[in-house]
């Protein structure tokens, strides 16, 4: 196989539904062009309400599958998604330190989609500290970090920024952190690669998949496919972001936001709901409110960011989040605010003029209309 035809080999549980799993990750992995391998690790029986019975294979049969693969297709990538067993993560740990594949996604499926434990602490932590090192990129929602380094899930940027930094301290090459909830509406994803520590937030429609079955899986796979196209790892992040947007707009009721619960991979309509440029400046738009607004909540600022005007801008949010520009903004600052009045002993006016109030007074006025109590009120009472 070439650049353009990868191979990439999955090693997760089966979904009987086909939402999400390894058969959700031969359709994405098929969809973008590139060739699906598996190896199964455990077989479920489930369906829209949630997993019922769990069956794991052996490590023996785990290794069978993946070794008669690699010798044979040499993958140029591996994700790895569900693992069951301490026995399970030391197979896969071995066959990586063996053969070496040029990309390795970790997709640690700690928590279900349904807040259901699916990794025993102790195979939590056999991950954490046999395969993270071997890692390319770890790819991880908020809840699953959570388990795995401690504490809750983050209400800001500080937070979601320590909470990587924690993950990479066992070894990966860059962790993405998927899913914080700083911005009504929205949802902060957080990149960092080690080798410049730099962080890299990306912004998305936060309704897109909240009721959408298997996205963390495939979105994962699509890295992997990415990856093994030569992109870097940001690129690689970006693209796979771009593609499940429009997977999942395709699949759900854009009108009512309700999901289907199921990606409709197949789906014959080469028509986006939301088109790629509508959607790709809410998110630039997004990403420069993580950048700025500790400077500014000016919406002509951000419009010229963008190089579009703010009646366009205001056009845009309004089409993908219902929402004005001054809205996106107010919301993200409002909730770093609280994060800050909450998360650290700086004083009312520290914290004023951390987020470019020129006054106290200023800044309480502006938090008195968000949250109608004030800011030392909000303290007291939370």
């Known amino acids: 196989m070439n650049k353009n035809n990868p191979t990439i080999l999955s090693i997760t549980g089966s979904d009987s539904m086909g939402g999400s799993g390894i058969q959700a990750d031969i359709k994405t992995i098929t969809a973008l062009g590139a060739y699906a391998a598996t190896a199964i690790t455990t077989v479920t029986a ?9 069956h794991d294979l052996s490590a023996d049969v785990l290794e069978q599958q993946i070794q008669v693969v690699i010798n044979d297709l040499r993958p140029d990538a591996i994700k790895v998604g569900m693992l069951r067993s301490s026995e ?29 434990r699916l990794m025993e602490r102790e195979v939590a932590e056999a991950m954490l500290g046999r395969l993270f090192k071997l890692s390319t990129v770890v790819v991880i929602k908020q809840d699953s970090a959570s388990h795995l380094v401690g504490g809750t899930p983050a209400r800001s940027n500080e937070d979601m920024e320590q909470t990587v930094r924690a993950l990479l301290e066992w070894g990966p090459h860059a962790v993405l952190l998927q899913g914080g909830a700083i911005a009504t509406e929205s949802l902060t994803d957080l990149l960092i690669e080690s080798s410049t520590g730099e962080p890299h937030f990306f912004t998305r429609p936060g309704f897109i998949d909240r009721n959408t079955h298997g996205v963390g899986g495939a979105f994962s796979s699509a890295v992997a496919v990415f990856l093994s196209k030569g992109l870097r790892t940001e690129e690689a992040v970006e693209r796979a972001q771009e593609y499940m947007n429009q997977l999942i707009l395709r699949s759900i009721d854009s009108h009512s936001r309700r999901g289907t619960q199921l990606l409709n991979h197949a ?3 080469p028509q986006p709901i939301i088109s790629p440029r509508l959607l790709e400046l809410y998110n630039h738009f997004m990403n420069e409110i993580a950048m700025n607004h500790h400077r500014t909540a000016d919406v002509s600022f951000y419009a010229s960011q963008l190089n579009v005007s703010p009646r366009y801008l205001a056009q845009v949010t309004h089409r993908v989040a219902g929402r004005t520009p001054k809205q996106l903004i107010d919301d993200y600052i409002i909730n770093e605010i ?13 914290i004023a003029f951390d987020f ?15 949250r109608s109590c004030t800011p030392t009120d909000f303290r007291i009472q939370r």
């Open 338 to 350: 609280e994060a800050q009045l909450l998360g650290t002993s700086k004083n009312i006016q520290e």
């Open 46 to 54: 489930q369906n829209r309400e949630g997993i019922q019975q769990l």
């Open 88 to 116: 399970q993560v030391e197979v896969v740990e071995r066959i990586l330190k063996t053969h070496q594949p040029n990309y390795v996604v970790i997709d640690p499926v700690v928590i279900s989609s349904r807040g259901n």
């Open 356 to 370: 470019g109030f020129s006054s106290q007074a200023q800044f309480n006025k502006f938090f008195r209309k968000m």
């Open 267 to 269: 789906d014959p309509n």
